[in-house]
């Protein structure tokens, strides 16, 4: 399923849930998300978000996200694997001020 990052500054980006983490935070969406932790390092591919070529990044196996839910409590979620990288690519896309291409 998807859930929702996003921002005061009105931006969000998608990434993907598994139905247990939803089951355990009961929330799809998390405002203003901050990574407080990461484990173990792991290089995957993604595309550019400018120009959308694959490039190799590295991203934590495991992160602690804190975020504050729609009712505004602050909660806290550990995630691995899949769900860890794309939350990662969320906030990191949510918080990027570059706009130009940094493949070249």
């Known amino acids: 399923m998807n859930?929702?990052?996003?921002?005061?500054?009105g931006c969000s980006e998608r990434f993907r849930l598994e139905p247990s983490s939803f089951k355990n935070l009961k929330c799809l969406l998390f405002k203003n998300?901050?990574?407080l932790d990461g484990f173990g390092e792991k290089k995957i591919i993604r595309k550019c978000f400018?120009?959308?070529?694959?490039?190799?990044?590295?991203?934590?196996?495991?992160?602690?996200?804190r975020f504050e839910d729609d009712s505004g409590e602050i909660k806290t979620i550990t995630l691995s694997n899949n769900e860890s990288y794309d939350i990662q690519t969320a906030?990191?896309?949510l918080n990027s001020i570059i706009k130009d291409c940094m493949c070249l």
Do not use: F, Q
Request: charged share 25%.
């Open 3 to 9: 859930a929702l990052v996003y921002n005061d500054r």
């Open 33 to 35: 998300p901050s990574i």
């Open 50 to 65: 400018a120009c959308n070529k694959d490039k190799i990044v590295a991203v934590c196996e495991i992160c602690v996200v």
């Open 91 to 93: 906030i990191y896309k």
